[in-house]
């Protein structure tokens, strides 16, 4: 059993920076694909970025390439997800998950964290 908690969340000016962090606990964390994903209000939940056990592959949603960089730690049990030129698009509620695959859907995560919001005022 995967336990994920993330942190970082916030309220950030639009063309802002953060850096969320999930920290997993009670598993071997290199065994796990990592994937962050989001959810705005009145929205169904969507992908953000994907990794690899070993990190050496990485998957980002057109909507993020080129502003959001996932990254991870595997001695740390850590998964980061780097967001610079933020946009108000981006609020939401942003969730890490651990599962078989770096998937872009929500099918192949078996773990999910609770969620930090991100707030991108204009």
């Known amino acids: 059993q995967v336990h994920l908690v993330e942190s970082g969340g916030g309220l950030v000016p639009a063309r802002g920076s953060l850096r969320l962090s999930c920290a997993a606990s009670?598993?071997?964390?290199?065994?796990?694909?990592m994937g962050w994903f989001r959810q705005a209000p009145g929205k169904e939940r969507e992908f953000v970025a994907a990794?690899?056990?070993?990190?050496?592959?990485?998957n980002y949603a057109d909507s993020v390439k080129g502003r959001f960089t996932i990254s991870r730690d595997n001695a740390k049990s850590t998964v980061w997800l780097q967001m610079v030129s933020l946009k108000p698009e981006d609020t939401a509620v942003y969730y890490c998950?651990?599962?078989?695959?770096?998937?872009?859907?929500?099918?192949?995560?078996?773990?999910w964290g609770q969620g930090t919001q991100v707030t991108v005022s204009s």
């Open positions: 998950a651990a599962g078989i695959w770096p998937a872009t859907v929500q099918g192949p995560y078996n773990y």
């Open positions: 009670g598993g071997i964390f290199s065994n796990y694909a």
């Open positions: 990794i690899s056990r070993s990190g050496g592959s990485t």
